[in-house]
């Protein structure tokens, strides 16, 4: 299983932001969005940073200014970014053992989605359910699959 | 107008495609709570059940088992099944918007993705699907031809679908003929002259999609030996490391068991199945008629992306295998429905946790759904459906409550199937898919097999006396 398979069922939106824009403005999508973070993208929509809550608060804990800071002052300058091919177990141990909540994820260096942890652990413990319940079917099998009662 | 969901004006849902994403979808729409549901299932062909008939190999009768649970969704009251009937054919998305109150998307993912590379459309070359859905008596491939009388063939690809494609090519006539593999698959095989059948991978065992069950299977065919090469199985440093880091029982013990097939020595079977590792086809070449007579493979060497994934590289080191016979099967990919929005990068019909999104707008579009291979791409096993399947059920629920629903003009049983037997008088019911399904089941019971599959439209029409 990899990236893509999660990001087809995320509608492909992904918030981003300039790297001009307030800390404000930031704060106002994450929470009409209900994200933890934004990508920063630059004129051409190529991912320069990105900004999540963990930034603000550590920025906020220093500077009581924050809100009227550019985003560029306080976002993670040094993006790790995913590829759709890459597959979920590498990516799942990667942004835990890095404690990195939200993955960026560009084709040909182009940005197609954003991917959070939650996200890897749903289709992990969904891909999981899916084999246990197959291999119930499978134990569970006796007889061939038409017996006789049934119908 | 009241919301639909109750006796009085139960909510009509119409499910594309019968494939278990499809029965899993009308298992969690009954469950749901305080809502009462009629469910219309449909399906392009008068069979229902998907992949699990026309792509789980025959050999593999307990993965078949899974039916068992689909027939007693199908048992529900307020279940229908309308087969042999196609969106796009017999009926569109506008006639569904007149009869339901919402429609589900689940047709899975019904062709292969191409590899490409030159020489890809020679004779000799097929997508190892056509292949699946030929020995699995899909009514659409039956015709098919496959050369069975070349020496060696190549498998492209070490998913589960390449490894169901190998064993195939290597099981004795007596083993197949103890499954439900389609009678002229049989009869084919049974004459084929193929020695050896080679599975390619392009990354290192560590990486292979196969499933330990079906590797270590390989290892117990009747007469066939199983060869891997000990530099190809070798772990490379990168997924050493990766191993170490973060220790995986069941990679450890795949990676075991293709170890251990290098060092056996052949015991003088009459094929041999070989598993190869870190190569990736480059060109299939042919004769001057156009039949494929070889297949050129680089070698490759993993490299780590950002995310600690590993990729393959090619390096500048070639080799040519003579074969008379490449299947490609590098991934399944979904087809676009006639009327319903598709993303062609990805092949999946785009979507929110399964709500279907408008290509422009990327909003929902109200009362279309999608779950299943078309939904997510093809990944898991039959039973990853069914949480996926649930996720988008439970939007649906979720709208209906919200009173977010088509409004069809004309809500009911009746009026739908009305409209189906004027357009497609042949449709078969869940009925008379279960009276087939006793006559299979009885036509193989004189000669010990599972069933004996019909396989073409006529003839299923014909037993029913039609």
Redesign the interface.
């Known amino acids: 299983?990899?990236i893509?398979?999660?990001?087809?069922?995320?509608?492909?939106?992904v918030v981003t932001i300039g790297p001009d824009a307030s800390i404000r403005q930031a704060l106002a999508l994450l929470a009409e969005h209900n994200i933890g973070a934004v990508v920063v993208v630059d004129a051409g929509s190529r991912p320069v940073g990105i900004l999540s809550e963990r930034d603000i608060v550590r920025a906020a804990s220093r500077d009581e200014g924050v809100f009227g800071l550019r985003v560029t002052a306080i976002m993670t300058h040094q993006v790790?970014?995913?590829?759709?091919?890459?597959?979920l177990?590498?990516?799942g141990?990667?942004?835990v053992?890095r404690r990195i909540r939200h993955?960026p994820v560009v084709?040909s260096g182009k940005l197609v989605g954003i991917v959070s942890i939650g996200d890897i652990v749903k289709a992990q413990?969904?891909?999981y359910?899916?084999?246990?319940?197959?291999l119930q079917?499978?134990i569970l099998?006796t007889?061939?699959?038409?017996g006789a009662p049934?119908? | 107008m009241a919301r639909p969901g109750t006796a009085a004006q139960p909510l009509r849902a119409a499910i594309v495609g019968a494939g278990p994403t499809g029965y899993y979808a009308a298992e969690h729409l009954f469950r749901s709570s305080g809502l009462v549901v009629e469910v219309d299932m449909f399906d392009r062909l008068p069979t229902p059940y998907g992949l699990v008939r026309a792509g789980v190999a025959p050999d593999h009768q307990k993965i078949k088992s899974v039916t068992a649970a689909f027939d007693r969704i199908a048992a529900t009251p307020g279940f229908r099944f309308f087969g042999g009937v196609e969106l796009g054919k017999h009926l569109s998305v506008e006639d569904l918007r007149r009869h339901y109150h919402q429609i589900l998307y689940a047709t899975g993912a019904q062709t292969d993705r191409r590899m490409g590379i030159p020489g890809e459309d020679l004779l000799g070359s097929h997508p190892a699907t056509e292949f699946v859905a030929w020995y699995n008596g899909h009514p659409d491939y039956r015709d098919c031809q496959f050369d069975v009388a070349c020496e060696r063939a190549a498998v492209v690809g070490v998913g589960n679908v390449a490894v169901d494609v190998a064993r195939i090519l290597c099981r004795t006539a007596d083993e197949l003929a103890k499954t439900d593999i389609a009678d002229y698959a049989l009869e084919a095989l049974a004459a084929s002259r193929v020695k050896e059948v080679v599975l390619l991978g392009r990354r290192g065992p560590a990486q292979a999609a196969f499933t330990n069950p079906e590797i270590k299977e390989l290892g117990e065919l009747a007469d066939a030996d199983v060869a891997t090469l000990p530099e190809e199985v070798e772990l490379d440093p990168l997924s050493r490391a990766a191993l170490e880091r973060r220790p995986d029982r069941a990679t450890q013990k795949k990676v075991e068991i293709l170890a251990s097939y290098a060092r056996r020595p052949p015991s003088g079977k009459s094929r041999r199945l070989v598993v190869r590792f870190l190569v990736s086809p480059v060109e299939l070449r042919g004769d001057p008629t156009g039949r494929l007579t070889s297949i050129r493979l680089v070698r490759n060497r993993l490299v780590a992306t950002d995310m600690g994934a590993l990729q393959p590289k090619p390096t500048e080191r070639f080799e040519d295998l003579s074969v008379g016979l490449v299947f490609r099967s590098v991934g399944y990919r979904g087809v676009p429905l006639p009327g319903v929005p598709f993303h062609d990068a990805w092949a999946v019909i785009l979507n929110d946790k399964g709500r279907v999104l408008d290509p422009d707008t990327r909003k929902p579009l109200t009362g279309e759904y999608t779950a299943g291979w078309i939904k997510r791409g093809p990944t898991g096993v039959i039973g990853t459906n069914k949480p996926d399947a649930g996720e988008t059920v439970a939007c649906m629920a979720e709208d209906v409550a919200a009173g977010q629903t088509l409004a069809p003009s004309e809500p009911s049983a009746g009026a739908a199937e009305n409209l189906v037997r004027l357009r497609q008088p042949k449709f078969i019911s869940y009925p008379d898919w279960l009276r087939l399904d006793e006559l299979e089941v009885a036509r193989g019971r004189a000669t010990g097999r599972p069933r004996i599959k019909l396989t073409r439209v006529e003839e299923m029409l014909a037993a029913l006396g039609r």
């Open positions: 299983m990899n893509a398979s999660v990001l087809a069922s995320k509608g492909v939106r790790i970014l995913g590829s759709p091919s890459d597959d177990a590498s990516v141990s990667t942004m053992e993955l084709d413990r969904d891909h359910q899916g084999e246990l319940d197959t079917v499978q099998a007889e061939p699959p038409k049934a119908h």
